[in-house]
Structures are given as C-alpha cells and as structure tokens.
C-alpha cells in the first residue's frame, strides 16, 4: 500500500516537471514580445531593450526557466505584464470564484450521473434505459455554450430565478453568490454528466454478468440490492478513472463559462491574458490547472486503492 | 415426501426450447446426481428451480419445493427462498466471490438479510461457518478478500454462504469441476457431511460420472434437455439399458488404442544395450536441474522478501516420439515448468536442452527453429483463438517460424491437410471460430499446433474443457497423430484418467519438484511418494466406485 502511494506520488510529481517544461518552452516560441507589447509600438529600440534587461528576458532560457519554476515553487508567479500587480493577487481574486465552480460542477455530474447510470443498467435494453441514454447521448451533443445560453434564457430572463450573469463576490454572503454559480454550474456539469451515465451504466452492464452477482443472487438479495450492494463498487473503477479525465474538461469548460456568465474567474483571467498576450498570468494560470488534474488524478489513483483490495496488496 | 418435485418441466429461451418434460425429485437427505454434457440443460434446471433464469426464458410444468409452486411463486417469495431454503453452489469459485468485499461480509450479508440478525450476531454465525467448512479463524479471519484465498478455498466460502442458514435444499452445480482431484475429494465430503448433518436434499450437477457415483443415490441422465434415464445409481450405471448411458459410461472409461512401442529410456537399460541404434538416438528435450523462482511478495518497503521457488531443481528427460504425463495438484509447478519448456520463460538457474541445444538464454530469433518443432495446444478451446479472424488465419500463425515463408497457395494447401488430419474438412478453412463445437475448437488447436511437423507438442490440460464423448475422441485423435507424424507430447494434466489413457511415462510434481516417474501404469497403480498415493486415492474412478455402491446395497 505504502509502495503504491509512492510510485503515485513520484509519477504525479514528474508529471508536474515535465508539464511545466513544456508550458514554458511553448510559450516561449510564440511570436510576440511582451516588453514590447506593454510599452506600445511608438516605444523606442533602447526603451524596449532596457525593460528586457529589467524584466529578465535577455536572461538564457535554462535559467529564465529554474527562476520561473522557483517563483512557483514559493507561490511568487511574477507581475502581470498588463495589470501590474503579482499574478499571485489577480489568482487569488478569481480563485474563490474558479474553485467553487469546479467543485459544485464536478458534484453535480457526480450525483446526477451515478443515479441514472445505475437507473438504465438496471433496465438494460428496455424503454427506460433508451430514454435515459437518449437523453444522455444529446447532453454529450449540445455545446455547453449553447446550453448555457438556454438556462439563462429560462431561469434567469423568464423566470427569474437567479441572476443572468456577474458575480457579486463571496462579501455579499454566501447565498447570493452561490445563486450566481448555480447556472454556471449546470452548464458545465450537464455534459460531464452525460458522459459519466454511460460509462457508470456500460460498466454496472459488464460487472452484472460476473458470477459473483449471481451469487448475491442465489444468497437472496433483490436485484436493487445487488445492484447497489455488489455491482456499484466494482463498477466504480472505470467510472473514477473518467471523472479524472473528465476534470481537465470541466476547467477547460469554465474558460467558455465564465465568458458566458460574465464570472471574474480563472477561465476569464486567462482568456484576457491571452488577447492581451501576458505571458506571464498565462503561464501562471495554466500551471495552475495543470497542478490541478495532476492533483485531482493523483487522487483517483488513490481511490483506486480504497475501492478495490485487490490494489491494496499488490506491490 | 419430496423437497423438489420437478414435473414435466418445459422451458424456451426465445425460441429455443431448452428443456422438455424434465422430470426429478429429491427428498430430504437425498443425493440426486444430475449428470449430462454441456448444452444438455443441467445449469438451466438447477437455474429454473432457484428462478434466476434469463429474463427471456418461458418455463412450463410444475416445480414444487416443499409445496410451494416455484414457477408460480412472487419475486419476494423466490428472495426469501434463496439462500434461506435453497442455497446453491457454483463451479467457477475463482469468481464466484465479489472482490472488493471481505468474506465475512459475504457470509454474513445473507444471515442479516434473512433473519435481520445484527451485525454483530450475523458475524458471529459467519464465523462458525467458516470453522464448519475448514477455514479456521486462525488463518482465514473474516476480513480476508476473496484473492487471498486459493480455488479451494474460495470454494469452501462460496458452500459457507450456501449453506450458512442450513438450507432443506442445496443445489451444487459442477461444484469440484475447476479444483484439482485432491481439493475435489475434500470439497465432495465437506457436502457429503453437510448434507448428513442437516437432513438437507442435495441436487448435485456434474459431467463426470465417477463423481456422481460417490456421491448420489440415485441419478438423473439429460441429454437436449431430456430426460434418457433416472433411478439407482449403481444399478443404471452397471445395467446401462439405455444406450446413450452405455455411451457415457464407455466415453467416460475411454483408452484410445495405442502401440505401445515407445517405452525405450530409463526403463529399459538392457535394450538400450541390445539395440545399438537406440543407444545413439539422444533424447528430444533434457531439462538439467532447472529451477524458477518469482519474486516473493513485499510486507514491508525495508524488508527483502525471500522469492517464491515454483520450480525446485528439476531434470528429466523426453525421447523422441515418446508421451509423458506431468501430473500434480494445481499450483505445484507443473505450468511455470511447461512455460520453461516452451522457451516462454526463462530459468532462474538450470538449462533446457532440445535437439541437443541450449535453448536457454536464447533470443527470439534463435529460438526460431526450436520453435517450430515445438508447439503447444492450451485447455480453454475457447479463449485461444481470435474470434474476429478465419481458421485459415488462425491454423496457420505457427508458419511465421518457417525459413521460409509460404505462398498463400501453399499456406493454404498446409492448412488443408492440418484440418484433414485432426478429422475435420479443408471447407472448414474459411469459417470462424464461433462457428465451431468445444471439441472442434480443440481440434484445432491441435491442427495449428502440428501444423509445423513439431517433434514435440505440450498441451495443457487439452481435455478437461471438453464433455466425456468429446474427450474420447480428442485423446483417440492425440493417440493417433503421435503414431502417425511421430510427435512427442507432454502432457499437463491432473486427471489421471487421461495419464492413463495417453501417456507411457508419468511424472509426479509436488511442491516444484518431480517426486515420481516412471511407467505410467506402474505409478498409478503402484504409486510409491506420499504426493503421489494422495492423487490417486482422490482420484475418482467410475469403476470402483460402482462396484462399491453395489457392494453397499448387498
């Protein structure tokens, strides 16, 4: 067990090296120059050249790198190009609003999903199950933009229920600031849903053909309480390890989101550097969430290990 | 008065029917052996009287089970007569249990479920019954997971749970098929006490004859799903009226005809002498002190773990067109020695000689020639073969090992004559697997394992998949190609029966080591290591044990 919490964690860790090499080296073959870019095109040759002195970026790209991977290391991301102030702050502004989001869309498409997984493989091939993953089927189809648009024209502009956008910050108390992520939230979760009913109900299909279900059987447990009590658990590992895949879309879904819903997010921070080519807020951003997937993936190999015995044991 | 009264019992699936006018009744305390092969309908009656049949299957006639109408009865009242009244047993015990639950739980989940007992209370009657059927708290707590345990042992959990609320019934289908002669001699007389203890009925399906025979009194032929022919046990099997018993009884007892013409070796030193040509002829494979060792598993990060030995400084010989036998218990090495042979793995320490050269140590492509006279048929006919591709494909995938690769005209005239010479049609080249029988998918196994001309053939246990009829006819075929192309085989097996039928020579492995070798017919009647005599005393006979039923009723 303590063997396997190891290898995962070294793997996990190396990951984050390497990932972080490559978000540096690709940011660095893009073509524009920040200096540049932050003094205006009428700046002159030697104005340009000495803020590269100043921002370090006539420094070699091997020890531009450690520098940057240090600053991350102690939570020092740099300046915005742009805003002027440590990434760090404009971070840890937009993150109670990113993090928030992430969790209640990730919940959601658990806690819809899993029900209706274990609704249509246990009508497998009748008319609820075509129903169900009929429906499933168009949620993986429709473009979470879309569909977000349509929650707001219901709930927000007809309804009016919750807000159509914005965010009034969590000073505003808890209640009103959740209102704000509840659509958000929806829309990004609706389609991981869609996705995690059909892996739960393809995998619940092919464990309730084991023996052992029947032999749950043949000890007279109902369908539903085999179906709950021994198919669910040993379903659970295909499905944990697309909820961790699935991760790295909803955060790449809350970039389009939080357009939408107007969220002072994460998605939008990053989105704004890019047009404004802040290097710098995007790098930090993006190893942010990519320290993130690694995180939340770290964690699904680590399930593993809760939900089957057969991983605890083995080397 | 019955426990189980089936009476004209008939069920569709679809629309094929399954079963017709089955009849069979047991009575408290009763053995009834339910025997026929595959596709005769046995599971689906044992299945039929527990209700958990597939959702398309249409049963009509009566089944009554101690005065309730099965057929008739509620989902609930079928729940509460599962694992309360009727408990069964299944033949795969490898898995038959969940394996992300403790086997305490999987015990006690039934007692809580019937008689709302707590936890504590259902835990504690688990526990008994784990003592009761030899899995003593000692070594087997109840928070061990089903992968902990072996086949055996898995077996005894999956009887633990069946009979854990003392069931009036208990069907057992195929209960010993997957375990080893020993195991199935232990397993047989824990039901056979349980059933004495308990007054319970036993409905015992099984393929194999002898089995039944121990155990049941009375027994029940179905072949298509019919009834051919029910009563005393000792008196159909030694009257055999009906001929399709007389069949099985015969299949069951089958030694192909073989020359025996190939005993040369250790047996024979003074012929060796006498015939200057044997003398010269090496042997074909000569295994030298081979030993194999896995690594150990870790407890600790810290702590070096002292490896596994599977194979214990083993040496033997094979000579030329000569069929031996390795027989031993599940687990003694006989497959990771097999491997060995195949140049599949490697030795720990030892070398592997065959046609006098090394193959130990050796690349893929040195191997290539020992390869090609050197093939392999496995059990399972049906997991060996891709079903998305044509026995063409299939038969001829050895070729790739010839110097020179053939044309496709060629390839398939080889593999014409492969298929011709296993007893089947060069038609048959352009089908799929799923197309075929169980039998006939061992015969071709066979046909791409001879497909090379190979000098040797080792086939692990290439009948115990396979009914009795079909299994007659596989070894008649294995006895004939030995006599015909002059292969020699190796033959992995725990069946004595087929050691006897096929084999000159038998090797006893036990613990990773060759305790016995000798003639076939000398060691199994006469068996001198203690690994040995244990075998053949489990070992079911269908012979004895008639006569000793017969003795018994006077």
Known sequence: ?315 | MSLLEIEKLSLTIGDTPILRDVELSVAPGEVMGLVGESGSGKSITALTVMRLLPWAARASGRVAFDGIDILAASEDQMCALRGDDIGMVFQEPMTALNPVKTIGEQVAEGIRWHTRASRADAEDRARKMLDRVGLPSAQFPLSRYPHELSGGQRQRVVIAIACALKPKLLIADEPTTALDVVLQAQILDLLRDLVAENRMGLLLISHDLAVVTEMAGRITILRHGEVMEAGDTARTLSEQLHPYTRQLAQASMHVPARARTHEVGQDHPQRQAANPLLQVAKPLLQVDSVTRDYPGRRKSLLKRVAPIRAVDDVSFSIDPRQSVALVGRSGCGKSTLARMVLALDGPTSGTIRFRGEVITGNSEAELKPARRDMQVVFQDPYGSFDPRQKVEKLVAEPLHVLEKRPTTAERREMVAKALHEVGLSPRDMDKYPHEFSGGQRQRLSIARAIITRPKLVVADEPVSALDVSIRAQILDLFAELNQKLGVAYLFITHDLTVARAITDQVMIMHDGKIVERGRTSAVLDHPQSEAAKALVAAAPDLHRAIARRLQEQG
């Open chain 1, 1 to 315: 067990m303590t063997a396997y919490l190891l290898k995962r964690l070294a793997i996990a860790l190396i990951t984050l090296v390497l990932a972080s090499m490559v978000v540096f080296a690709v940011l660095e073959i893009i073509p524009g120059d920040p200096a540049r870019l932050m003094l205006g095109m009428n700046a002159s040759a030697d104005q340009v050249e000495l803020l590269r002195n100043q921002m370090g970026l006539n420094a070699p790209v091997a020890l531009r790198y450690l520098h940057w991977a240090g600053g991350l290391l102690s939570l020092d991301f740099g300046r915005s190009y742009t805003y002027s102030v440590p990434v760090i702050d404009l971070v840890r502004e937009r993150i109670v609003v990113s993090l928030p989001l992430a969790l209640i869309a990730l919940a959601l498409s658990t806690i819809i999903a899993i029900p209706v997984g274990l609704f249509s493989a246990g009508r497998h091939g009748r008319a609820g199950d075509t129903i169900a993953m009929g429906a499933a089927q168009l949620g993986v189809a429709v473009p979470n933009f879309w569909f977000a648009l349509m929650l707001i024209y219901l709930f927000a502009v007809w309804l009016r229920l919750v807000p159509a956008g914005g965010f009034p910050g969590w000073s505003a108390g808890v209640w009103p600031a959740l209102k704000s992520l509840v659509l958000p939230a929806i829309a990004l979760a609706l389609p991981q849903a869609a996705i995690l009913a059909r892996v739960t109900r393809s995998a619940l299909i092919e464990v309730l053909n084991e023996d052992y279900i029947r032999t749950a059987r043949a000890k007279g447990l109902p369908y539903r309480a085999v179906l709950w009590r021994h198919a669910l658990r040993n379903a659970m590992i295909p499905v944990l390890t697309i909820l961790g895949l699935q991760f790295a879309f909803l955060l790449a879904g809350t970039i389009i989101i939080e357009n939408v819903f107007y969220l002072p997010g994460l998605g939008r921070l990053m989105f704004q550097a890019i047009t404004q080519r802040d290097l710098i807020v995007v790098e930090s951003v993006v190893m942010l969430l990519v320290a993130a997937v690694i995180a939340v993936n770290l964690l699904v190999d680590l399930s593993y290990a809760v939900v089957d015995p057969r991983l605890r044991s083995r080397q």
